[in-house]
């Protein structure tokens, strides 16, 4: 884990040669599907469960870029990126903000949702509970601003 949070709201710089070292990880390109083992994406989605919400954005998003174009792994990235953020967002205070960023999640997970899923061993998408992370953004946005908590995405 990063020694140190980057905090937006205290200017605290970002534990860049931390973060390096597992955007090293990414390959160039994923070769059909992003591996649910893969040691970036495992580790993009712990620092949002250990509340490193800017840091998972970065790598998640590493790891989005070189995913292949329109396949599900891809889609359901920008859903756990979207949520990063969001969670970013409460942790600045800005509500209305992360509840936006959490819509767009949603509406992500229920495209996904439309596409049949391939059946490709070992992919992010088909090992990923999907539907439990859907349920858990759902009743975020419908509970009262104020009892709004933070999103884990692989306690899920």
């Known amino acids: 884990m990063p020694r140190w949070p980057h905090r937006l709201d205290r200017k605290t710089e970002a534990d860049h040669d931390t973060l390096a070292q597992a955007k090293a990880l990414v390959p160039m390109r994923y070769a059909g599907v992003v591996p649910a083992d893969d040691p970036a994406l495992r580790y993009g989605l712990a620092l949002n469960d250990a509340g490193f919400f800017w840091e998972a954005h970065e790598i998640l998003e590493a790891v989005w870029k070189v995913a292949p174009q329109r396949g599900r ?84």
């Open 73 to 156: 792994d891809r889609i359901l990235l920008r859903a756990c990126i979207q949520v990063a953020n969001a969670n970013l967002k409460l942790s600045l205070q800005r509500p209305r903000a992360a509840h936006r960023l959490l819509q767009d999640a949603l509406s992500e997970l229920d495209e996904l949702a439309l596409r049949p899923p391939a059946g490709i061993a070992g992919s992010f998408s088909e090992h990923f509970p999907i539907a439990a992370l859907a349920s858990a953004i759902a009743h975020q946005l419908v509970i009262d601003e104020a009892e709004r908590g933070l999103i884990n995405i692989i306690r899920i």
